[in-house]
């Protein structure tokens, strides 16, 4: 069973930058899956913010397009989420997983907070 293991969360002014690194272990097929980065604010649900095929193709939403980008390295087992010219609303606890999210259990993620 693949599990994930985030890191790199922090108190960040607005404007300032993060860059966020998941790590996925228990997997032999981890090059064949889309795997994505989720945030969850506090009272609110779950969201999608940048997702990344096995191609390499990524897409993010429009809240975060132009300011996050994502990456992976198959050899590593890898995903990374750069976060630039973050906004107080970007904060929430950030989860890397499958896409979708089925079949793998959710990791403890990592706390981003924007201050204003």
């Known amino acids: 069973q693949v599990r994930f293991a985030e890191s790199g969360g922090g108190l960040v002014q607005a404007g300032g930058s993060l860059r966020l690194s998941c790590a996925a272990s228990?997997?032999?097929?981890?090059?064949?899956?889309?795997i994505g980065w989720y945030r969850q604010a506090p009272g609110k649900q779950r969201e999608l913010v940048a997702r990344?095929?096995?191609?390499?193709?990524?897409d993010y939403p429009d809240s975060v397009k132009g300011r996050f980008t994502i990456s992976r390295d198959n050899g590593k087992n890898t995903v990374t989420l750069q976060m630039n010219s973050l906004k107080p609303e970007d904060t929430a606890v950030y989860y890397c997983?499958?896409?979708?999210?089925?079949?793998?259990?959710w990791g403890q993620g990592t706390q981003v907070t924007v201050s204003s």
């Open positions: 990344i095929f096995s191609s390499g193709t990524a």
């Open positions: 228990g997997s032999t097929s981890f090059s064949n899956n889309a």
């Open positions: 997983n499958r896409w979708p999210p089925v079949g793998s259990p």
